[in-house]
């Protein structure tokens, strides 16, 4: 049985992936293909006539890369220096094994393995190259112009065609190939991607920006699914610990204090949220420019004043924040990641169907939500 199921998993690994582009994006690979290829046919056969030259003005190699740089152009495979590079220095490998080495099939194995070497050397590898370098042993071009024409025109003419087709039907051509600046916010460097890459040890037909977008559109979609399910009211803080307009400040910082809390909800008599205040609330009224005598300071600040006029804040709605962000008890926790993560805020009062204060999510609460979402399965 075990013999039988690894022979079907070996077998699989003959079978073709399934395709992820549409109709429309294979319409326009075909046609840049082919128009890519007319142009540079049309304009090579124009300048042999110019120059004279009765030889071959079209490599059957450039079929090849047509196919990379219209149906793949992302790939790192795909990119001008490798085709142009690829293509030309691969035949000129196949030109001096055709000069050199007698026997046809010793010329055709050390060409292309040449071809490579020298591509990986010159940071070039393209496909097509092996081909160009075969070509030339098979037809025993010993002429080393003939890596400038046809091999360079051709290679170069259709990169140009490249470029122009498929920034006109919406797919960046070329690529950039070198690294990046990290984002403040990214979640891996770019050493740990060549950490990574380093340990594959191969070849990876993929830019390496496309890579990083794929890695992180990929976590997006993970969050979606994993925290699409959840709602605010699966998270929040239940009867969360609220004040008044008329709460004494006094008051309210004991309950920061006692509850270990850094926010309360600001209500009206009927529950429904009026503003927010929060520790920087307090400390925003205290003269910080100078450290010294921060606590008493503060103590002043919260201390009731015992004559009818004051001319500092006495109660919680004197220094509450008013512009208070809240969010409904049945609404989706994925939707709060840009308020969490771009919008400043630490705490979001949650309420119900009749606009009543019900909860309170802190990023306490939605880390620990989103930790346990994208945790691995145990």
């Given amino acids: 049985m075990r013999l039988a199921s690894s022979f079907l998993n070996y077998a699989r690994a003959w079978l073709p992936g399934r395709t992820t582009v549409d109709a429309r994006e294979r319409l326009r690979a075909m046609g840049g293909a082919a128009l890519g290829l007319l142009i540079t046919a049309l304009l090579c056969r ?23 740089v219209f149906a793949v152009p992302a790939s790192p495979l795909a990119q001008p220096w490798s085709v142009i590079g690829g293509n030309t220095l691969s035949a000129l490998v196949g030109i001096a094994c055709a000069n050199w080495i007698p026997d046809p099939a010793l010329a055709a194995a ?15 590898l393209h496909p097509p190259g092996g081909a160009a370098a075969l070509l030339a042993v098979l037809t025993h071009t010993t002429h080393f112009s003939s890596a400038l024409f046809p091999a360079f025109a ?33 979640r891996f460097s770019q050493a740990d991607i060549d950490a990574v890459l380093a340990r594959y040890n191969q070849v990876l037909d993929i830019s390496r920006d496309d890579l990083e977008s794929l890695i992180q559109q990929t976590e997006l979609e993970s ?53 927010i205040v ?3 609330d307090f400390f925003r009224q205290l003269d910080l420019q100078h450290h010294e005598g921060i606590a008493g300071k ?12 004051s001319n500092k804040p006495e109660v919680v709605g004197q220094i509450m924040t008013r512009q208070v962000r809240v969010a409904s008890a049945d609404r989706p926790v994925v939707e709060l990641v840009p ?40």
Wanted: some cysteine; overall charge positive; aromatic content about 6%.
């Fill in 46 to 68: 124009w300048l042999a006539g110019v120059l004279g030259h009765n030889a071959v003005w079209l490599i059957a190699p450039l079929g090849a890369s047509a196919v990379l």
């Fill in 110 to 124: 050390v060409a292309v393995g040449g071809a490579i070497g020298l591509m990986f050397t010159a940071r070039c």
């Fill in 154 to 186: 051709n290679s170069l003419l259709l990169v140009l065609a490249g470029v122009a087709y498929n920034s006109l039907t919406g797919r960046r051509y070329p690529h950039v190939q070198v690294a990046r600046p990290p984002a403040a916010d990214a």
């Fill in 223 to 275: 969050y979606k699914r994993r925290l699409g399910t959840l709602h605010c009211a699966d998270i929040m803080s239940a009867q969360p610990i609220s004040v008044e307009f008329g709460t004494p400040l006094q008051e309210a910082w004991a309950l920061m204090h006692e509850r270990r809390i850094k926010a309360l909800p600001v209500t009206d008599r009927t529950r429904r949220v009026v503003g």
């Fill in 278 to 280: 929060t520790q920087a």
């Fill in 298 to 309: 503060l103590r002043d600040l919260i201390r009731a004043t015992r004559t009818v006029m």
């Fill in 339 to 378: 308020l969490f993560s771009e919008g400043g805020h630490h705490h979001i009062p949650i309420i119900d169907s009749e606009k009543r204060l019900t909860g309170m999510i802190t990023q306490s609460d939605f880390v620990r939500a989103l930790y346990r979402a994208v945790r691995p399965e145990m």
